[in-house]
Structures are given as C-alpha cells and as structure tokens.
Nanobody, 127 residues
C-alpha cells in the first residue's frame, strides 16, 4: 500500500533549522510532482514549495524563498524540506503531497491536482 509519512518536525527557536522528510512508500517519484504545504491552527492550508516530476521546475512561495529548499532522493523514495532561518510565522503542520503526472513531466500542478497526502508533522518556531 502506498503512503506518505512526514517526519522531522519539532520545536525550534527563531533563526533555527529543521529538515523535514517525507517517505513516499510505493510511489515512483519521477511520475509525480511534489509539494510541501503547511497549515496553522484555524487557518487555510497554504503551499510552500513545489518540484516537478523531472526536477527541473521548482517554485517557492515568497515568504520562504531563500530559506527553504525542497529536494528528492529518488532511490530512497524520500522528499525533504530543508528549512533555515525559521521564523515564528513558519509554525504549523507541514504536509507533503503528490500529484500524478506523466513520467518526468516538467509540469507544476494546480493545488487541486494534489491527490496523495501525508498526515503531517508539527513545526513550532518559538522562543
């Protein structure tokens, strides 16, 4: 059975660093675009960072640009989100999600096209 399991969240001080992992068991990552999303309590889920199935197209939202980096380890079927210079407003539950595409597509899907979701990992940035 395919599943997405996030890990690596925790409590960190402002300015600190975390690396989130998403083990994508049963998925061939080169047939999926990948997104990291986050949700603060009582707020809408928002996209953070995306990568196309072929790895050529990457997009980070302005609020995390220059601080967060999405990467993939294809042999390990694992997705990472490296988060540096963390701010209190980065606090939330972080989810990885996959959208089915053609093999090694360069397409970045719309939000509605992400069909496979993990259950999230909590990130808290606080002093």
């Amino acid at each position: 059975q395919s599943q997405l399991v996030e890990s690596g969240g925790g409590l960190v001080q402002p300015g600190g660093t975390l690396r989130l992992s998403c083990l994508a068991s049963g998925f061939s990552l080169e047939s999926y675009a990948i997104g990291w999303f986050r949700q603060a309590p009582g707020k809408e889920r928002e996209g953070v960072s995306y990568i196309s199935a072929d790895g050529t197209n990457v997009h980070n939202v302005d609020s995390v640009k220059g601080r967060f980096t999405l990467s993939r380890d294809i042999p390990k079927s694992t997705v990472y989100l490296q988060m540096n210079s963390l701010k209190p407003e980065d606090t939330g539950v972080y989810y990885c999600a996959l959208a089915s595409t053609y093999f090694r597509s360069s397409y970045l899907p719309l939000y509605e096209e992400y069909s496979y979701w993990g259950r999230g990992t909590q990130v808290t940035v606080s002093s």
